[in-house]
């Protein structure tokens, strides 16, 4: 009997170059996505007094506690989009935090120019936009939201537990 884990759905299209490309593109942008924000994560727990000076300097009610929350998401969030586990509820969560980042940090500030020459907080928005693909695509084939979905249709006997891997 082959493994569960490893049979692709009878009832999606069969591999072909297009849809492994497509595939192997979600792969790198879960890997970019979720590699560079947990490092930001991890840069965060190394110096959480930074973040909250910052999340104080912004007006942030609660300053404390919204900078934990924003240095454990960072770091959640992005492990699972990186493994491909949970990835559009983790990919909803993400564009929350970014955006949330994005608007608190650049309120009343210019996108481009300003005190900084070219672009100015952007990378919040860059890694909103980048987890907002992931919402509406899935993790794709190449994650463990596909391999879960294959081994529980494997159980249940072929009935679709959601619309597309990633839940």
Known sequence: MPNPLLMLDPRK???TPRN???DAALLILRLAVG???VIHGFQGLGDPGHRIALSRGFGVPLPEVASWLSILGEIGTSLAV???LLT???AVLMTVL???TWLTSSLGKPLIGGAEPGLTHENSLFFAMGALVLVITGAGRLSLDARFET???SQTGGSRLGRG???
């Open 13 to 15: 299209p069969p591999l």
């Open 20 to 22: 492994t490309l497509d």
């Open 35 to 37: 590699g560079l924000l």
């Open 82 to 84: 990186v493994a491909g």
């Open 88 to 90: 559009r509820l983790a």
């Open 98 to 100: 970014m955006t949330t």
């Open 151 to 153: 081994w529980a249709r």
């Open 165 to 167: 891997s990633g839940l």
